[in-house]
């Protein structure tokens, strides 16, 4: 159930008051978990000044201040010693420090999988270190950014003791993205990247200034949600608020359709990275448009995966369409066409029409058969239709369903 925005300051006030007698980390955390107050936005477009000024409202209503990015700083209001050590160590919590060690072991994974010969790598708002040391302990080459340059001075002193190589930029998000003269193979964001305001304009910094053609961007430990109530916003957990109200840190969260939507937008390809169960949640990999991926690992806005029949636990076959179905256009992005490689799994020919922008391409496909299709897509919705055929009557394998041609991989590109 959700509240309106009056009941909601409201409750976020009692919540600090009720936190403001906490003794102990255990109990504050006790209280983190027990509380959160989801509310609605008033504003509508996700997109619109009107909505970007709503939410600049609320954190002003939480915090008692006008946003700005020197709100994050934070080295500064830690005692020398206490910051020497560091978050989670400080925490003495086993719980809180094994769920932080999950998250470098997350990463490391999901950037040894992308398979990078000689991989160069930035990470935005690198804080204590924790992850940006072990990478460079592991000899990759990493460059570490944040505003905050007592975070940086830490962790180049840790990097000094242990003769580890590493550079360091200071500089809030888009101003680093902007005047950059490298480009890395990956881009990563852990627990950082809802801290910028402008986060799309940050997206299109990276795409154009930052990132190799070929590179991606990774997200660790962002909240990025299914069921958020509105499509981006101040988070209303308990902890969340914690950090706005008494840090003044800008707390976002991002609803899952409406991050797919944007990073097609942005021209990036959105996929899931494995979770690691009890410790910490998904991650994600948002890779360039113009490279193929495999469409089984598109994680594509509801309303459009729902058109899709998925295959299951047969990897590499892709999605199969039905009689309809439909994808985003690319209309406002920076892309205009869509290239698919569909093939036929079925037992006699199949034809499929994909219609786009004031354009439709059709195709006869032959059984086992695999065919590149390009339509432009600079449009609100691209409609793909097929012919269609029952497995079981063709195999004898019990798939009841009607399935038209399988989409096996997808780019974008001008």
Same mark, same amino acid.
């Given at each position: 159930?959700?509240?309106?925005?009056?009941?909601?300051?409201?409750?976020?006030?009692?919540?600090?008051?009720?936190?403001?007698?906490?003794?102990?980390?255990?109990?504050?955390?006790?209280?983190? #978990?027990?509380?959160?107050?989801?509310?609605?936005?008033?504003?509508?477009?996700?997109?619109?000044?009107?909505? #970007?000024?709503?939410?600049?409202?609320?954190?002003?209503?939480?915090?008692?201040?006008?946003?700005?990015? $020197?709100?994050?700083?934070?080295?500064?209001?830690?005692?020398?010693?206490?910051?020497?050590?560091?978050?989670?160590?400080?925490?003495?919590?086993? !719980?809180?420090?094994?769920?932080?060690?999950?998250?470098?072991? $997350?990463?490391?994974?999901?950037?040894?999988?992308?398979?990078?010969?000689?991989?160069?790598?930035?990470?935005?708002?690198?804080?204590?270190?924790?992850?940006?040391?072990?990478?460079?302990?592991?000899?990759?080459?990493?460059?570490?950014? !944040?505003?905050?340059?007592?975070?940086?001075?830490?962790?180049?002193?840790?990097? $000094? #003791?242990?003769?580890?190589?590493?550079?360091?930029?200071?500089?809030?998000?888009?101003?680093?993205?902007?005047?950059?003269?490298?480009?890395?193979?990956?881009?990563?964001?852990?627990?950082?990247?809802?801290?910028?305001?402008?986060?799309?304009?940050?997206?299109?910094?990276?795409?154009?200034?930052?990132?190799?053609?070929?590179?991606?961007?990774?997200?660790?430990?962002?909240?990025?949600?299914?069921?958020?109530?509105?499509?981006?916003?101040?988070?209303?957990?308990?902890?969340?608020?914690?950090?706005?109200?008494?840090?003044?840190?800008?707390?976002?969260?991002?609803?899952?359709?409406?991050?797919?939507?944007?990073?097609?937008?942005?021209?990036?390809?959105?996929?899931?990275?494995?979770?690691?169960?009890?410790?910490? +949640?998904?991650?994600?990999?948002?890779?360039?448009?113009?490279?193929?991926?495999?469409?089984?690992?598109?994680?594509?806005?509801?309303?459009?995966?729902?058109?899709?029949?998925?295959?299951?636990?047969?990897?590499?076959? +892709? #999605?199969?369409?039905?009689?309809?179905?439909?994808?985003?256009?690319?209309?406002?992005?920076? =892309?205009?066409?869509?290239?698919?490689?569909? $093939?036929?799994?079925?037992?006699?020919? =199949?034809?499929?029409?994909?219609?786009?922008?004031?354009?439709?391409?059709?195709?006869?496909?032959?059984?086992?058969?695999?065919?590149?299709?390009?339509?432009?897509?600079?449009?609100?919705?691209?409609?793909?239709?097929?012919?269609?055929?029952?497995?079981?009557?063709?195999?004898?394998?019990?798939?009841?369903?009607?399935?038209?041609?399988?989409?096996?991989?997808?780019?974008?590109?001008?």
């Amino acid at each position: 159930m959700t509240i309106n925005m009056q009941e909601f300051i409201e409750a976020a006030e009692s919540f600090k008051n009720k936190l403001d007698k906490a003794v102990s980390f255990d109990e504050i955390l006790a209280i983190w #978990r027990s509380n959160e107050f989801p509310y609605k936005m008033n504003s509508r477009d996700p997109f619109s000044s009107e909505y #970007r000024n709503e939410v600049k409202e609320i954190y002003k209503n939480l915090s008692s201040l006008d946003y700005d990015t $020197q709100n994050e700083l934070t080295s500064s209001k830690q005692s020398f010693e206490q910051f020497e050590i560091g978050s989670p160590w400080t925490s003495k919590n086993l !719980d809180v420090i094994s769920k932080e060690l999950a998250k470098v072991s $997350q990463a490391m994974l999901a950037i040894h999988r992308l398979n990078v010969k000689y991989c160069k790598i930035i990470g935005f708002g690198s804080g204590w270190g924790n992850l940006a040391v072990p990478l460079a302990r592991s000899g990759l080459d990493i460059t570490i950014a !944040d505003i905050d340059q007592g975070f940086l001075d830490r962790t180049l002193r840790i990097c $000094q #003791r242990e003769n580890l190589s590493i550079a360091a930029i200071q500089g809030d998000f888009l101003e680093i993205a902007s005047r950059s003269a490298i480009r890395y193979d990956v881009v990563l964001f852990q627990a950082s990247f809802h801290h910028c305001f402008e986060f799309d304009n940050l997206l299109d910094l990276i795409r154009d200034n930052l990132l190799t053609d070929y590179g991606s961007i990774l997200f660790f430990s962002e909240p990025i949600y299914k069921n958020l109530p509105f499509p981006w916003g101040l988070r209303y957990d308990g902890e969340s608020l914690w950090a706005i109200m008494c840090n003044k840190w800008l707390e976002l969260g991002f609803q899952e359709d409406f991050f797919a939507k944007l990073m097609i937008l942005k021209g990036f390809f959105l996929s899931k990275i494995d979770e690691i169960s009890g410790y910490i +949640g998904e991650g994600w990999s948002a890779k360039r448009g113009i490279e193929f991926l495999n469409f089984d690992d598109w994680v594509l806005p509801s309303k459009y995966d729902e058109t899709f029949y998925s295959a299951g636990n047969l990897g590499g076959y +892709g #999605r199969f369409s039905k009689d309809t179905s439909s994808l985003p256009g690319l209309k406002g992005g920076n =892309l205009k066409y869509y290239e698919f490689e569909i $093939q036929n799994y079925g037992s006699s020919p =199949l034809k499929i029409s994909i219609s786009g922008d004031q354009s439709e391409i059709s195709a006869n496909v032959s059984p086992n058969e695999t065919h590149i299709i390009k339509v432009r897509a600079d449009c609100d919705e691209v409609t793909l239709r097929s012919d269609v055929y029952i497995p079981h009557m063709c195999f004898g394998n019990g798939d009841n369903r009607q399935l038209g041609l399988a989409i096996k991989r997808i780019r974008m590109f001008n």
